[in-house]
Nanobody, 115 residues
Framework: QVQLVESGGGLVQPGGSLRLSCAASTSIFRIDSMGWYRQVPGKQRQLVATITSDYNINYADSVRGRFTISRENAKNTVDLQMNSLKPEDTAVYSC?????????WGQGTQVTVSS
């Protein structure tokens, strides 16, 4: 199983930017798909963005055009650049990885968008 550690969360004002990073314990070349999801209390976890090993990318409609997911092969990370943040983007953001059919999750990082 892959160990995942997220970083980069925090408090930001509406309209601001944050960059999240998910560090994997193994070479991301071995991982079929990685993604970012988010969850607020009392609601189901929802997909934010995913990227496969052959760079197929998928975004939730609510973030398309504002968020960018990327694979940083040299660092074994998958990053999520979040621009034009809105209060409704407030959530715990978690990274996942699918490798050999197994799904791994990180602990999550809090993102709060508030003035």
């Amino acid at each position: 199983q892959v160990q995942l550690v997220e970083s980069g969360g925090g408090l930001v004002q509406p309209g601001g930017s944050l960059r999240l990073s998910c560090a994997a314990s193994t070479s991301i070349f071995r991982i079929d798909s990685m993604g970012w999801y988010r969850q607020v209390p009392g609601k189901q976890r929802q997909l934010v963005a995913t990227i496969t090993s052959d760079y197929n990318i998928n975004y939730a409609d609510s973030v398309r055009g504002r968020f960018t997911i990327s694979r940083e092969n040299a660092k074994n990370t998958v990053d999520l650049q979040m621009n034009s943040l809105k209060p409704e983007d407030t959530a715990v953001y978690s990274c996942n990885a699918i490798m050999y059919g197994r799904v791994s999750w990180g602990q999550g990082t809090q993102v709060t968008v508030s003035s």
